[in-house]
């Protein structure tokens, strides 16, 4: 178990450094921070050239890339370009925003996916299994930004009962949560159905049924349960891309997140903030996973992940 | 001993009339009817666009601008089934043509990254070590990588267009078939048959080709059709940003990206595009879980 | 003409109750972004200006007329061409205390032009001053090093306001960034990042009654859709950036008033005079005389919009109005391409920022009257920033790209000399030598009249020239709940607000 | 001795497609004795495990009771609610399937599972049924059992986890125990250790054992008397040393003969020729008659059961003449 | 020394199934031993049974053989030539003379081939470039192993399981290999069935002079098909003899518990019943000594310690138990 674990770390480390590579040398691709800075004041070429200097864009990449990683060893990305803040500061500000949001969408989702799921196995082939895949399906063909925006109108416009935007209190979570949940759900309620519908077909479900217990149970307890294990690897998964896929729900809801300090730290080419913030979420990313292998340990026994090949 | 699966239930196959026949299909299948309709109906704008729109797409008329549907209008000028958009062009138009973007950046973009992932998937699958280590570790690496700032930093060097956004989708979402090539190749690789198709003499490629590729045909087909589905969402999203293709070209995405402020003022510009994009994304989704159902009812999402 | 709009224009304003009603004497303003950092010499921002206005304030200040007026200064009187004499106000504090004097004065221009503040944007505005001396504790005199028309209008500017020396030396660069302390009308007290910024009233500020709010909030909102639902369900007061499309929705609200003011900032289709066919004036008057810009102010932007001739506004100095923009004329447009032997069909590549809604319908507009002209026209959208930091400065953004221009000293010789000035960052190709000559020779003198003269020709020769489409003068849009009074829209983002009150 | 406890009566069983009826067990009666060792065998696909899961009312979707009855004391099936069956599911008749691997849950420890079906049957404490749970792992001859209670099924071995199941089965006390292929999946070193274990049981316990499998061999070992299913129906029922002694039908000699003997040498074996037919794609009249060295005219007409002057009962026109008696068929 | 009767002979094979595990998961860090370390020797044109318990390794050794996974130690001599030492492609050219034929008729087969694509693939891949050759020669097995033309053309799944199977010996069948390796052929047979592959197996046997490896877990088979016999247990060979001899005098305990685990093949035959006890140790950790030990019921107490060999207990009947061997000059 601990050398798994400390082999995933190892993993993790490669991941990240891969990744800070690739990032570092493409962000420079894209043009010039500092052109950025002066696009809406203007000046001469000459105090362009002095900020890229002052700002060290000037060194050699190699030299600026060695700097970047020294930082990167104690956890510091640096200072913003854009607002001199220290990146880590930025960042850990919108954590909880981020998590708060990536959850409250997974809680969403799995409030509508895991009932639809559920119900569509069990009833396989009837009317509720009809409409309840027609209703996951639905629910991930919209844009994401059109949804937000018609729930705004719906929910915030006309009927009054909940907040557009911000980020103040739990009424605010309700909408982006609903809209980052409406799209996970229906892919988790796939997943659950499938899921359920494989479990359903194993002979230990026929045990349980020949025990005499009631349905109810044992679709819960014995099916369920079984059902969860993909499940959770796939909220895994999708826990670690919410953090920082949620840009375009975080526009539209004025939601402070992640995504948003990179888009606009992009829109900046505030080199320093994409760098911290993408490696931050490679990191988050990558624990992520790992935390979700371990907690298999806890759904199913049979799982000893120190063991696995 | 006997450990035979049971026998499937095989009807007598009886001459049956093809209209019973089809209306049978339908009444088993109405996911898979539903879905293929409406992809049909999105595949038949795309392609018969140029005969059945009533108007040119990119006709402007700055005075039929925002012009109600001809139904919704009280004014009696409008002359637009479903209104008009920002520069007085017709919308029903646009959305008809707006079908072969969307449908074109599904369509190539699926295609690029099945054939990426594939390829690796079966790699990365078949002959494991280190090839494997290294095609999964670039998977975690790109699942990392925020896809926006990969659009913006392939679109910086490259340049934007229909095209790129498609060669930004297909590189980034190899990802997903790689993996799920690579699993089912190594539950297939344990199989007997491949295990029989080495013992008579198979190279690996042969083997590769003959018995693993059309195993696997089923699962990147359905889930080819799952990601037409989200590649055009995703053109959707990225035309919100800013992103998209050529304004001039009719595309549901930039339609809807361009129309979000005039939705309480002609909710139509708004709410038309959207409601093609859903149907027919939906039309996809419909078809591939009825195709996964089908012929792969083990696939994970 | 359009159903659409004219239905929702049927002045019928809706009867619809406040949704405000229990919001004291503050108010909340819905804006797009926020700087990140509140430290004047760190930015170049105009969201800084729209909040930072009421908390700090500089020696001159701009009116909301645009009139420069002396600010915490009393008087000031130039004794040469390099020496300008400032007279101090008296009794003024910091909103922390901290006496305002000469000695704040120094402390801010050695800041701005001192190490810390190189590193930051503001800096070169201000390399005309050599050296800030105390004369007495409400004296200050400014040495130059060379003659700078403009400088009085850059003291107005955003690097150059008087922050608190000890209150800046003893907490520390990082605590100033993120809790500024000025003299202005409103001090901050509250500040969370991309969300909210409040600000309280300051009960000892030197303009007597003012301001006469308790308290304002900032309310960071970027999505323009989301913005209005806000506003519409009462949740801010005033919303800036009223998107062109929202306007019918805001007229046709019974509580909301939309308000609009003209900017400096002006949009252009540049061309990039290094490419065949656009190379030849002929061809690029032959585009302007192509397209109906009243046609399109009046019909994509609502009207709101001003015509221009030049690349400048008519706030601009150096605006000469007695110019004419281009008319609609398409058989002359015809008959100029025919001369330069442009072949019909011929394409021309154009490059806009993607995220500008307004401007990618403005695009097709000028496309469709480009190819009445026989001219085809690619539009390329792009993410903004490459257009700007990357495609233009190497010439790359086509025959034809967008171009915004802020111009907030309000004076050509800015926008001129960037962007005509041989080798500047986003004049990649436009070369001509009368231009050179006259941009030269502004430079060289401070009397206003002669520069005037100087810019009447320079407009001439540009206009005849041609280098770019000239599109509008933009209208920035507010939209305000009726119970604000007193609110004056600014032309330039930064926001007035002590003379504001609440119903 | 012979006090019936279960009788089956014209059980049909099928699935509806395209609106018709298509059998897969196809009107069967018989009956079980209390005590006694009922072996039902046939090939693959059969219906063997059709018929017991109808005893349970554990018939998967898609599969429904069509006609006929099981009665059990003064229960009769056939107007069960799902109430009813559980009630009998687990007390009265309890069930365990071919593939130990896959029978129990993988996420329970065994105590959780033996414990569960006690705690749903019998008004007892938590505490109460533990015990209960170790005395049955006693009972099936599970080493260390206080330690096994709370191990996964994965960490046990399949014969291991089949006295579980056979624990499990038999916590309620039930009068009969359904054991489809219960030694199958099992090497034979351990199917004699299960079938040892059984016999052991039924001695102690006394209850009625249907035992479901293809293997005459276990037949021979376990069963006082036998079924022949072929094709969804009986074709033989017999005592089980008459059975081997005298097979009377076709299909019942065919199989025999075509089990190589360990005690005999020959070249060849004989075999049946041809396939056991899919359901839904039956030949007309006697199901085996393609296959039958006997065939003739009278085979296109289904035959009923015959009794033989042995006691067997026999579906063969063969035997008709010698019949003592038809038994009715509907 | 070359005996020309013999066809393949088996020296020590061994093969070991890595655990990986450790920090960077590529160290080995246990071993399942599958097949540790058997030795036999199978003569032109006989039947040689493997039986044993599942997972005693059987199907490894089988697979061994054909080099399908790489043996981890020793040699297997086929006409002479050491198969271990040949490279890839060498190797797939003597599959040609040796073929397998696998348990699962369902799983061999794949699911997406036609019956005739699936038979005819040997020839392609050994070299046969005459279309109208190779199919006159899928024609021929087809009728050798009783399928029809018109079944050539359907998929797997349209037939039964042992018309499966007679897909699967075709398919060994048409490259003419002098060594069928048959894999539990009839495990998954119904018993109608089974005699009928059995029956087919045997014929070809005689039309071709094939020679037989056949792998069963079925005593009652073994004995009718094959010609001598080797029994497994835990990834040893513990008898080796003809099948007379193990049938009616086994020497290892093993052996004689299996045998006596056999159901009667008649009600009335009562048998006195060797019933061992516990279960099959795990092949990651095999008990020390003789691996049989922990179940033998004739178990001494060296037997925990000493490792028996596979020696002569009498002509022709090789057998792995000390109850056989003089200890003393095993210490030694
Ligand atoms: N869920 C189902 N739906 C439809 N038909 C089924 C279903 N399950 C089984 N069958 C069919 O019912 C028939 C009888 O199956 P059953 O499982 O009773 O056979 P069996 O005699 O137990 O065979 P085995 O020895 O393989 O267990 C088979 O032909 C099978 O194809
Ligand atoms: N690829 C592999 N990796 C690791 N262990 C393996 C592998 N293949 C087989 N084994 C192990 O080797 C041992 C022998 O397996 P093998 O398949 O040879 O047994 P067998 O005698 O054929 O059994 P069965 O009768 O069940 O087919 C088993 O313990 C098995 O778990
Ligand atoms: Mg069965
Ligand atoms: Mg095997
Ligand atoms: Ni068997």
Redo the contacts between chains.
């Keep these: 178990m601990f050398a798994y674990i400390v082999r995933r770390m190892l993993h993790m480390l490669l991941v990240v450094f891969v990744i800070s590579l690739i990032i570092f040398f493409s962000i420079r691709l894209t043009g010039d921070p500092v052109s950025v800075m002066f696009s809406t004041g203007e000046a001469s070429k000459e105090a362009i050239e002095a900020v890229r200097a002052n700002l060290g864009l000037d060194k050699p990449l190699p030299v600026q890339y060695a700097i970047f990683i020294k930082g990167l060893l104690t956890f510091d990305f640096g200072e913003s370009f854009r607002s001199g803040m220290p990146v880590t500061t930025l960042i850990m500000e919108r954590a909880w925003a981020t998590l708060s949001l990536a959850l409250g969408g997974i809680v969403v989702a799995i409030l509508i996916a895991f009932p639809v799921g559920i119900l569509s196995a069990v009833k396989r082939g009837s009317g509720v299994d009809f409409f309840g895949r027609i209703f996951s399906l639905v629910g991930i063909s919209f844009p994401n930004f059109w949804l937000g925006i018609m729930l705004i109108l719906v929910f915030a416009v006309y009927l009054q009962w909940l907040p557009a935007s911000g980020f103040d209190s739990f009424q605010h979570l309700i909408l982006p949560s609903i809209t980052l949940g409406m799209i996970l759900s229906g892919i988790l309620a796939r997943l659950v159905r499938s899921s359920m519908l494989e479990v359903l077909n194993q002979q230990y479900i026929s045990t349980a049924k020949s025990k005499g217990i009631s349905e109810w149970s044992v679709i819960m307890k014995h099916g369920f349960r079984n059902a969860l294990l993909p499940t959770v690897t796939f909220l895994g998964l999708q826990f670690g891309s919410l953090l920082g896929g949620t840009v375009i729900v975080e526009q539209v809801f004025s939601w402070p997140g992640i995504g948003t300090l990179i888009i606009d730290a992009i829109n900046q080419r505030d080199y320093p903030v994409i760098q911290g913030g993408v490696i931050f979420l490679a990191i988050i990313m990558v624990v992520v996973n790992l935390l979700v292998d371990l907690s298999y340990t806890l759904i199913d026994p049979r799982i000893k992940t120190g063991k696995e090949a | 001993m006997a450990n035979v699966q049971s026998t499937p239930v095989v009807e007598k196959q009886k001459k049956k009339s093809g209209a019973v026949k089809f209306f049978a299909f339908i009444r088993n299948n109405p996911i898979g009817v539903l879905g293929l309709l409406l992809v049909a109906l999105s595949v038949g704008s795309a392609l018969l666009a140029p005969w059945i729109v009533p108007f040119g797409p990119t006709d402007a008329s700055l005075t039929a601008r925002l012009d109600a549907p001809t139904w919704q209008d009280t004014t009696g000028e409008s002359q637009y089934f479903l209104g008009g958009d920002q520069l007085g062009r017709d919308l029903l138009s646009r959305i008809i043509y707006g079908a072969r973007i969307s449908l074109m950046v599904g369509l190539f973009g699926v295609l690029i990254s099945l054939v990426l992932g594939t390829i690796l998937g079966l790699i990365s699958g078949y002959f494991g070590k280190w090839m494997d280590d290294f095609i999964m570790r670039a998977a975690d690496v790109q699942l990392a990588f925020p896809f926006i700032l990969f659009a913006i930093v392939v679109m910086s060097v490259l340049g934007t267009g229909v095209w790129k956004i498609i060669i930004i989708l297909g590189i980034t979402y190899w990802v997903g078939f790689a993996r799920l090539i690579r699993g089912q190749v190594i539950s297939l690789k344990e199989q007997e048959f491949i295990h029989a198709a080495k013992a008579i003499g198979g190279t690996n490629f042969t083997i590769i080709r003959k018995h693993i590729l059309p195993n696997v045909l089923s699962s990147i087909f359905v889930l080819g059709t799952m990601y037409i589905a989200e590649f055009i969402l995703l053109e959707a999203s990225l035309t919100f940003l800013g992103l998209g293709v050529d304004p001039t070209i009719p595309s549901w995405g930039g339609m809807l990206a361009d129309s979000r402020n005039y939705i309480t003022s002609a909710w139509w510009t708004a709410v038309f595009p959207g409601v093609a994009i859903m149907l027919t994304v939906l039309g996809f989704n419909l078809l591939g879980d009825w195709l996964r159902d089908r012929y792969d009812p083990n696939l994970k999402v | 003409s359009g159903g659409g709009s004219e239905q929702g224009q049927g002045n019928t304003k809706k009867n619809e109750s406040n949704p405000v009603t229990d919001r004291g004497n503050e108010i909340v303003i819905g804006v797009t972004a926020e700087p990140q950092n509140w430290d004047p010499i760190d930015t170049f921002l105009l969201d800084w200006s729209t909040v930072a206005n009421s908390v700090f304030e500089g020696l001159m200040e701009r009116t909301l007329d645009l009139e420069l007026k002396p600010g915490l200064a009393e008087s000031y009187e130039y004794l040469d061409d390099t020496t300008l004499e400032f007279k101090l106000r008296e009794g003024i504090e910091f909103h922390n205390g901290e006496p305002f004097n000469a000695e704040a004065v120094k402390f801010s221009f050695d800041r701005l032009l001192g190490e810390e503040g190189q590193k930051g944007p503001q800096y070169s505005n201000y390399t005309s001053i050599d050296s800030v001396e105390v004369i007495d504790d409400f004296t200050v005199q400014f040495k130059l090093n060379t003659p700078d028309p403009v400088l009085l209008t850059k003291l107005a500017g955003y690097g150059a306001v008087i922050v608190p020396p000890k209150y800046v030396q003893e907490e520390g660069d990082e605590n100033f960034n993120n809790n500024p302390v000025g003299t202005g009308p409103f001090k901050m007290t509250e500040y969370k990042r991309d969300q909210t910024i409040v600000l309280e009233k300051n009960e000892n500020y030197w303009q007597e009654g003012l301001p006469k709010l308790d308290k304002v909030t900032f309310k960071v909102v970027p999505e323009a859709s989301t913005r209005l639902a806000e506003l519409q369900t009462g949740k801010i007061d005033i919303m800036k950036r009223v998107e062109v499309a929202q306007a019918d929705s805001v007229k046709d609200s019974g509580f909301l008033e939309l308000k609009e003011v003209g900017t400096p900032t002006v949009y252009a289709l540049r061309f990039d005079t290094a490419k065949a066919p656009v190379d030849d004036v002929r061809v690029r008057q032959a585009i302007n005389y192509a397209i109906d810009k009243t046609a399109i102010l009046e019909e994509i932007m609502g009207g709101y919009g001003m015509p221009i001739s030049t690349f400048q506004s008519e706030l601009s100095f150096g605006n000469n109005p007695d110019l004419e923009p281009y008319p609609y004329d398409p058989e002359k447009a015809k008959q100029l391409l025919k001369e330069a032997g442009v072949a019909e069909g011929t394409a021309l590549d154009v490059y806009i920022p993607g995220d500008d809604g307004n401007f990618k319908e403005i695009a097709q507009a000028v496309a469709f009257y480009l190819e009445e002209a026989g001219l085809k026209m690619n539009i390329n959208s792009v993410d903004q920033t490459t257009l700007i930091s990357d495609l233009i400065p190497n010439a790359e953004a086509g025959h034809m790209y967008r171009m915004g221009w802020g111009g907030w000293t309000l004076d050509f010789d800015n926008t001129a000399y960037l962007m005509y000035h041989e080798g500047e960052q986003w004049n990649p190709s436009f070369k001509d030598e009368k231009v050179e000559e006259l941009l030269a020779a502004q430079r060289n003198t401070v009397d206003q009249d002669e520069r005037e003269a100087i810019f009447k020709e320079l407009t001439e020769v540009l206009y005849e020239l041609a280098p770019e489409v000239n599109l509008y003068q933009a209208v920035d849009l507010y939209a305000v709940n009726n119970r604000v009074k007193n609110f004056q829209p600014p032309h330039e983002d930064r926001l007035r607000l002590e003379e504001v009150t609440v119903e | 001795m012979d006090i019936k406890l279960l009788e089956v009566v014209n059980l049909k069983v099928g ?1 509806n ?2 609106n ?1 009826e ?1 059998p897969i067990v196809n009107g069967i009666s018989f009956h079980l004795n209390k005590g006694e060792t009922l072996g039902i065998v046939g ?3 059969c219906g063997k495990s059709m018929t017991s ?1 109808a005893l ?1 009312g ?1 018939l998967p ?1 898609g599969v429904d009771w069509q006609s006929g009855d099981i009665i059990l004391e003064d229960m009769h099936f056939k107007n069960f609610k ?1 109430k009813d ?7 009265k008749i ?2 365990i ?1 071919q ?1 130990p691997m ?6 329970y420890t065994v105590a959780d599972q033996i414990m ?2 006690v705690l ?2 019998e008004n007892v404490s938590k505490r109460q049924a533990r015990v209960r749970a170790l005395e049955m792992l006693k009972l099936v001859g599970i ?1 260390r059992p206080e330690q096994v209670l709370d191990e ?1 099924p ?1 960490q046990l ?1 399949g ?2 986890r089949q006295r579980i ?1 056979i624990a ?2 038999l916590a309620c006390n039930p009068e009969i125990l359904i054991a489809d292929e219960p030694t ?2 099992l ?7 299960i ?2 274990l059984m016999k052991e049981i039924q001695e102690k316990l006394h209850m009625s054992i249907v035992l479901i499998t ?8 376990m ?1 006082d008397r036998v079924m022949v299913m072929y094709a969804g129906e009986i074709v033989e029922k017999a005592k ?2 008459d059975l ?1 002694d005298s097979p009377k039908h076709p299909y019942t000699q ?2 025999l003969e ?6 005999k ?9 041809g ?2 037919p ?4 039956m030949p007309i009249g006697c199901k085996f008659s393609p296959r039958c060295p006997f065939v003739h005219d009278r085979c296109s007409v289904n035959p009923p059961l015959f009794d033989t002057p042995e006691g067997t009962k026999v579906k063969c026109w063969l035997y008709e003449e010698a019949s003592v008696k038809k038994e009715a068929v509907l | 020394m070359l005996n020309t009767d013999e066809l393949l002979r088996v020296e020590d094979l061994k093969k070991h199934f890595p655990i990986k595990g450790g920090i960077t998961g590529k160290k080995t860090v246990q071993h399942v031993k599958a097949v540790d370390g058997i030795s036999f020797d199978v003569k032109r044109g006989e039947t040689f049974g493997i039986v044993g318990e599942s997972g005693c390794g059987k199907s490894t050794a089988g697979r061994a053989i054909l080099r399908m996974i790489e043996p981890t130690d020793g040699h297997i001599y086929f006409e002479g030539k050491d198969l271990v030492g040949l490279n890839k492609t060498e190797m797939r050219k003597m599959r040609k003379d040796i073929q397998i034929i696998f348990q699962d008729p369902f799983a061999s087969l794949n699911p997406r081939m036609r019956v005739f694509d699936i038979v005819e693939e040997p020839l392609i891949n050994f070299g046969v470039k005459d279309a109208k050759e190779r199919r006159r020669r899928v024609e021929e097995v087809a009728d050798q192993v009783g399928l029809t033309l018109a079944q050539l053309k359907r998929l797997p799944h349209e037939f039964s399981g042992g018309q499966r199977q007679r897909i699967g010996i075709a398919r060994a069948l048409i490259s003419k290999p002098k060594l069928i390796i048959a894999d539990e052929p009839v495990s998954a047979l119904d018993v109608s069935i089974q005699s009928q592959v059995l029956n087919l197996m045997k014929d070809l046997q005689k039309e071709f002079g094939l020679t037989y490896i056949f792998i069963s877990h079925d005593l009652s088979v073994v004995k009718h098909f094959c010609d001598r016999i080797g029994v497994m247990y835990l990834g040893k060979m513990v008898e080796i003899t003809g099948k007379e001899k193990l049938y009616d005098r086994p020497l290892h305990p093993y052996s004689q518990a299996l045998l006596s685990a056999l159901p009667s093949s008649h009600p009335l035959q009562k048998k006195e019943r060797i019933i061992l006890t516990g279960d099959v140790p795990s092949p990651v950790h095999p008990p020390s000594g003789c691996s049989f030990h922990t179940r033998c019921p004739a178990r001494m107490e060296v037997c925990s310690t000493i490792e028996p060999l596979l020696l002569e207990a009498e002509s022709d009947h090789r057998v792995s138990c000390l109850l056989y061997q003089e200890t003393e000059t095993r210490t030694g």
Aim: aromatic residues 6%; proline residues 7%; hydrophobic residues 40%.
């Design positions: 699935v497609q395209d018709k298509i090939e693959s696909g899961l349970m554990l979707p799902n069956w559980r009630s009998v599911r687990g007390k309890s069930m399937f593939e896959s029978s129990l849950n993988p996420v569960e079906i749903n049957h080493p996964y994965h071995s014969g291991m199941m499990i089965a199958t999946a090497d034979v070193t351990i199917q004699a250790q079938l040892e293809h293997d005459l061999g276990v037949v021979a070992e069963c089980v040393v081997f065919g199989l075509s089990l190589p003997d360990i005690n040498q020959m070249e060849y074996l004989s075999s049946i020729p396939i056991v899919a359901p839904g794609n």
